[in-house]
């Protein structure tokens, strides 16, 4: 299980009042009676599979501030795979992410593919956004409940203390040129917001954008959507790559959508015994 958590408090000090240490201990005990909780609770999923599966978790917080997907996650992922006796079944990912890094989404694929030669599957108990939606991509079978999300995929770019949508920034910029281009009067207004701009910077966007969108059709058509093209597969997943579908990137994509898009769904009832184990 690759779990991503806040720093757990260190021991109570001899300073500290007998009510304090007396918490921290009680802590413990709840962190120690959690871990036995979710070794039976992956059993039982792993029976209710059939016995196909090997299931492992990776998750991490969605609060503030996030904690997105990154490259070390990718190395501690192979690490667990690699020491796991995964006795031949199919690997099941129950996968709860707010995103993170495109290039570690693409490499946590190939780790998945590679311990499970005949592909994996993706639980999505509650959110796998942007990247984690990437992950889901690679996929060979993706459950979902009714309230599971998936994610747009566009990149999301830092600009000093605020993020923006790749395509808000590459559009913003396109449209001053276009403006101080057709202006026949004073341009100064149009040159002084230009000079927040970049043209590296902007050029960095677009490669940005086009490699979410090389390792969503990559993923796809080597898993789920092999044989099709590239421009068919991005027709098929449109809702995934165009920002005007989902209007925000937070947006979430149901199982409707993902299905209409031709991505390999079963949905679960959110009242069943499987789910609520999940």
Known sequence: MANKQPTKPGPAQPHQSPRRALT?????????????TRIRLYTKLEEQLGGEYAVVSFFTMFG???VLLENSDADMLEEVLQNYDMG??????????????????????????????????????????????????????IMMSSTSELGPIDPQISFGKNSFAAH????????????ATKAKGRIDPFLQQLQRFDARDIRWVKSAQQLSDSI???????????????????????????????????????HEVAEKCGLPVTLYDIQSEFWRTI
């Open 168 to 179: 808000e920034i590459i559009e913003s910029y396109e449209k001053l040129i276009a403006q």
């Open 88 to 141: 031949g079944r199919r690997l099941a990912l129950v996968l709860n992410c707010p995103g993170g890094d495109g290039l570690a989404a693409e490499r946590i694929i190939t780790i998945c593919r590679s311990f499970s030669k005949s592909g994996y599957a993706v639980i999505v108990p509650k959110q796998a956004k942007s990247a984690a939606t990437m992950i889901c991509l690679g996929a060979k079978e």
């Open 24 to 36: 921290y201990s009680r802590v413990l005990e709840e962190a120690q009676q959690g871990h036995s």
């Open 64 to 66: 503030h501030p996030r």
């Open 216 to 254: 969503a059709v990559t993923a796809l058509q080597t898993g789920a959507m092999k044989g099709k093209s590239a421009r068919t597969i991005r027709t098929k997943i449109r809702p995934f790559l165009n920002p005007q579908f989902t209007k925000v990137h937070g947006r979430p994509i149901y």
